[in-house]
């Protein structure tokens, strides 16, 4: 009888422990061994983050969705607004900008719309291993979109590119859904080079915001140099392998569908995640916002880390309140803006806090 209460108590707290481990992993373990970003590699992001924002809006001029202070796209140099009407379902919105102050000429893609039925069909194309490219796995649905996008644009990407001078860099840039669109339109381009009038791959920029998972490790890897993604404190969506469908189908219990997969990933030794070449990952080297410490409420002054992990990325999922909030641009460009005027970054000094100094700013 002893002997059966005793493995009953070891199971007991067993469980407990494993429930204390699940309940208390925050998104800052995700990145506590990477160094701090610099001012210069990240300073882009909150204008990028402004020009994604840009796409949702119908008059530049008097916008609706941009947030107050910070950068604001020139209504001038907007070269094209595409609709989903104008792309008939094959990809999400976008616009073609030209920043001359910044020297860069960019192509914007909006993220997923939950009313529109074209959205949804980009993410049910594909499943596991479905696609092969590169010597790796992306996702098919996002490739064919991707694809489509460059043999409509190419030629007044090229056309850009050799009227404003080489001295521009090219720049893909996309929030969730579009985020996986440009980063494999970033491949493509890359690969393919001839189609932008031969622009180095050294112009070439991604900015992937809250990304999807949509490129296996061994291609997340390969560009790093180019592709940079960009994601928020506890952000659900590059935290889980599980199919993009199954995601949005559930996207009205969301929470509910996270804590399962949450569970099940918890059984799913590490090794036997990285031996499966087709498992997708968020690509390129990484930027993580950290603006929330374990056991402490509200928002802490963020800080930048970054890395390009070579042994898988995000595994985790955080069962936290903010795990979908945190998908949110408007957030992201908050946030990231913040960190920037918080080290006064006009320097290539590290994006560290010094938490006294900044407690001291956020008090006055």
Known sequence: MSFS????????????????????????YDSATWPPATCDDFEPVPRVCRLILA?????????????SGG?????????????????????PPYI?????DHREIVLAIRGLNLVKESDYKLLLDNRLGMQMFDGGFVHH????????????????????????GSDYNMVFAGHSLGSGVAALLTVIVVNHRDLLGGI????????????????SLNLAVKYADVINSVILQDDFLPRT???????FKSIFCLPCLLFLVCLRDTFIPEGRKLRDQRRLYAPGRMYHIVERKFCRCGRFPPEIRTAIPVDGRFEHIVLSCHATSDHGIIWIEKEARKALEYRNLRGSGPLIKNTKMLWIELLV
């Open 5 to 28: 209460c005793g493995i009953e108590c070891v199971v007991v707290l067993g469980c407990l422990r494993w429930a204390w481990k699940r309940c208390t992993y925050i998104g800052s």
């Open 241 to 247: 392998a599980t199919p993009l469908e199954d995601i």
């Open 71 to 91: 950068y604001r796209p020139n209504p001038e140099w907007l070269i094209k607004r595409v609709t989903y009407e104008q792309t008939n379902g094959r990809a």
């Open 55 to 67: 796409v949702y809006e119908s008059d530049l001029n008097n916008p609706q969705f941009l947030p």
């Open 141 to 164: 649905g996002l490739l064919k979109s991707a694809t489509w996008l460059l043999n409509q644009e190419s030629e007044t990407l090229k056309r850009l590119w050799l009227e404003n």
């Open 200 to 215: 180095p791959r050294s112009k070439v920029r991604c900015y992937a915001v809250a990304p999807a998972r949509c490129m």
């Open 96 to 100: 073609i900008y030209v920043d001359h």
